[in-house]
């Protein structure tokens, strides 16, 4: 017998392999992040026997089109066992041979590992890394999509596709979420993007069945803004803030005249002001944290900005599941510890 090895797949041919006598085709030696391999021979003997484990499907393929797919078995090769073979039959050689690319395709779940950055619909800037799961469930159109019409036929070919179509939809994706809800629930975040990114996954044949975000990160320059938005402040008023504060560095680098000067100072404490009172309030007063008053607000939790944990006991000065210092407005409600304004209910913070 003469061995024929490929890759990671053995095909076994007869002595003569010129008369075109059966042959045994089976994928050996496979790792379990092995996506397909291809026969390395396209033109198959007649009554040759393909091997195919619980784990994989055999495809036979050829000019752009998937003539049929083997499932778990061994398959004598014939017109009566596997009746597709009909459209294959070579003709020069009558029925003693047929022309095909013969691709085994791996049907157990597979990892992929993903990573990069994103901006949320805040326009704050992420980074972020993690793995996807997934497994091939129409290898046909699998093959149809991916594999044949570029000639893939490799685990990193086919891995580095899969990913670059992954992060695509995952950054569109993460571009219409906010902040709140990738930063404090992370784990549902990747719930949310398995369902928005598996119907893509389908119309190439695969099954997206988990993505799991593994960790995420902020630039320094945006954590407050992010802290001003986790506590319940508009985007809107965010850019407010921001725009007002840059009119004022510029009015006081420029050497316009007085009269462009006094007419900046004018707009900056409109621009500054804190937002107007939300659908929240009226307050209830009653005795508070540190000598003011605490409202009970309807519908407000105090949560830790930094970690997102569980509620925090009103007055609390550090969170009890981070450890991040806390301070209070004397409406109850959590505000940066540099704050001079309360961003939910705008009343001033005593220093």
């Given at each position: 017998?003469?061995?024929?090895?490929?890759?990671?797949?053995?095909?076994?041919?007869?002595r003569k392999a010129t008369g075109f006598e059966p042959i045994v085709i089976e994928w050996k030696d496979a790792s379990p992040q092995d996506i397909v391999w291809r026969f390395p021979n396209e033109v198959i003997?007649?009554?040759?026997?393909?091997?195919?484990?619980?784990?994989?499907?055999?495809?036979?393929?050829?000019?752009?089109?998937?003539?049929?797919?083997?499932?778990?078995?061994?398959?004598?090769?014939?017109?009566?066992?596997?009746?597709?073979?009909?459209?294959?039959?070579?003709?020069?050689?009558?029925?003693?041979?047929?022309?095909?690319?013969?691709?085994?395709?791996?049907?157990?779940?597979?990892?992929?590992?993903?990573?990069?950055?994103?901006?949320?619909?805040?326009?704050?800037?992420?980074?972020?890394?993690?793995?996807?799961?997934?497994?091939?469930?129409?290898?046909?159109?699998?093959?149809?999509?991916?594999?044949?019409?570029?000639?893939?036929?490799?685990?990193?070919?086919?891995?580095?596709?899969?990913?670059?179509?992954?992060?695509?939809?995952?950054?569109?994706?993460?571009?219409?979420?906010?902040?709140?809800?990738?930063?404090?629930?992370?784990?549902?975040?990747?719930?949310?993007?398995?369902?928005?990114?598996?119907?893509?996954?389908?119309?190439?044949?695969?099954?997206?069945?988990?993505?799991?975000?593994?960790?995420?990160?902020?630039?320094?320059?945006?954590?407050?803004?992010?802290?001003?938005?986790?506590?319940?402040?508009?985007?809107?008023?965010?850019?407010?803030?921001?725009?007002?504060?840059?009119?004022?560095?510029?009015?006081?680098?420029?050497?316009?005249?007085?009269?462009?000067?006094?007419?900046?100072?004018?707009?900056?404490?409109?621009?500054?002001?804190?937002?107007?009172?939300?659908?929240?309030?009226?307050?209830?007063?009653?005795?508070?944290?540190?000598?003011?008053?605490?409202?009970?607000?309807?519908?407000?939790?105090?949560?830790?900005?930094?970690?997102?944990?569980?509620?925090?006991?009103?007055?609390?000065?550090?969170?009890?599941?981070c450890g991040h210092q806390i301070k209070w407005c004397r409406n109850g409600h959590i505000v940066p510890v540099e704050a001079r304004f309360c961003p939910v209910?705008?009343?001033?913070?005593?220093?």
């Amino acid at each position: 017998m003469v061995l024929n090895k490929i890759g990671k797949g053995i095909g076994t041919i007869g002595r003569k392999a010129t008369g075109f006598e059966p042959i045994v085709i089976e994928w050996k030696d496979a790792s379990p992040q092995d996506i397909v391999w291809r026969f390395p021979n396209e033109v198959i003997p007649w009554g040759s026997t393909v091997i195919v484990k619980e784990w994989e499907r055999v495809v036979f393929y050829r000019d752009g089109k998937v003539y049929g797919v083997l499932d778990p078995g061994r398959h004598v090769l014939d017109t009566q066992n596997v009746p597709f073979l009909k459209g294959l039959v070579e003709g020069l050689y009558g029925e003693n041979i047929f022309k095909a690319i013969v691709i085994f395709v791996n049907v157990n779940r597979l990892q992929g590992r993903f990573g990069g950055q994103s901006q949320t619909v805040e326009l704050i800037p992420i980074k972020f890394h993690g793995s996807y799961y997934y497994r091939v469930v129409d290898p046909a159109l699998f093959v149809n999509k991916v594999v044949g019409p570029d000639n893939r036929f490799t685990t990193e070919e086919l891995d580095s596709y899969i990913r670059g179509y992954f992060m695509s939809r995952l950054i569109a994706f993460l571009a219409q979420t906010s902040i709140r809800d990738v930063y404090q629930r992370i784990e549902e975040a990747g719930k949310r993007a398995l369902f928005v990114l598996r119907k893509p996954f389908e119309e190439i044949g695969l099954m997206l069945e988990d993505v799991v975000f593994e960790g995420l990160e902020v630039p320094p320059e945006y954590r407050e803004r992010m802290f001003w938005l986790l506590q319940g402040t508009s985007a809107a008023y965010l850019v407010q803030q921001e725009t007002a504060r840059k009119f004022a560095e510029a009015i006081e680098k420029t050497q316009a005249g007085g009269a462009a000067i006094g007419a900046g100072l004018v707009a900056i404490p409109y621009a500054l002001q804190p937002p107007p009172p939300t659908a929240q309030q009226p307050v209830q007063q009653q005795p508070g944290v540190a000598g003011g008053v605490v409202g009970a607000v309807t519908g407000y939790v105090a949560r830790c900005p930094y970690c997102g944990g569980s509620p925090i006991p009103q007055g609390a000065k550090f969170c009890p599941f981070c450890g991040h210092q806390i301070k209070w407005c004397r409406n109850g409600h959590i505000v940066p510890v540099e704050a001079r304004f309360c961003p939910v209910c705008g009343v001033a913070i005593e220093q």
